[in-house]
């Protein structure tokens, strides 16, 4: 197994040559940390994937301090949400240019998080926010080497990919990955809903009891979903470490 890059922080020194795209870390990322001990995570993934590709990314000065929100929209708090909207706006408006960048954010939760905070946004040139893994299916892939698939992959669609429409594009990743990918029959919400998967465990057993009797029939080489709560609903339902996709065209990849 090729060693996995450093571990680095969500902080950035500004880019010595112009950035096609402002990069937002998800916090979720970093509080819960790599599915697998010895793996780097899908923040230094991404960003080895866009070094490959020849992309340059911008991570936004003060990023440990932004939210997409959804923490505070999934309980209620009108009064925190509207306060980390703003704060978070500003930054975004900055780092992009008023919206000459796209914005590329890496769980699928937090991207439509992002997405629902710039609906909002009255000014005159609307933020763009992507997913990164629709921006490594059109930006990503075409730049890479060429590689060795792995032979099989279990995959987990979101409930956010699937409202987002970005189902495709997990595919075309997941595609790249592996010679050969496969969606459980009994696929469906996981139910860890942010934190109700740790509050509630057996909200979480219940909702993927038979997807994860699917899983297990497949015995999938890698097994992959493209939102960390999810992937840690997943993964305690199958038995099976389920990491970002990104993570694993990350390591197929990789010289």
Not at 107 to 122: F, K, N, Q
Request: with cysteine.
């Amino acid at each position: 197994m090729r060693n996995p890059p450093s571990e680095i922080t969500r902080q950035r020194a500004l880019p010595a040559d112009a950035p096609q795209a402002v990069y937002f870390p998800a916090c979720v990322q970093t509080m819960f940390g790599p599915a697998t001990t010895g793996t780097c995570g899908v923040q230094v993934s991404f960003e080895q994937l866009c070094e490959r590709a020849g992309i340059t990314l911008l991570v936004p000065a003060g990023i440990d301090a932004l939210c997409c929100g959804t923490p505070w929209s999934s309980k209620g708090m009108a009064d925190g949400l509207a306060t980390m909207s703003q704060k978070t706006l500003a930054v975004l408006r900055a780092a992009t240019g008023e919206g000459e960048l796209p914005v590329v954010c890496d769980a699928s939760s937090c991207t439509e998080g992002l997405r629902h905070i710039i609906e909002g946004d009255t000014s005159a040139r609307p933020l763009t926010v992507i997913d990164a893994v629709e921006f490594a299916a059109i930006h990503i892939l075409p730049g890479l080497p060429g590689y060795k698939k792995i032979e099989s992959l279990a995959l987990h669609p979101t409930c956010s990919s699937t409202r987002m429409g970005i189902n495709p594009a997990l595919d075309t990743v997941a595609d790249a990955i592996a010679e050969h990918v496969e969606i459980p029959e009994n696929w469906g919400c996981c139910a860890f809903a942010g934190d109700r998967g740790m509050l509630h465990p057996e909200l979480t057993a219940s909702a993927t009891r038979a997807q994860a009797a699917d899983v297990v029939a497949m015995d999938a080489t890698a097994h992959a979903s493209c939102n960390r709560t999810c992937e840690l609903g997943m993964t305690r339902a199958t038995g099976k470490p389920y990491r970002h996709v990104l993570e694993l065209l990350e390591e197929v990849t990789r010289p």
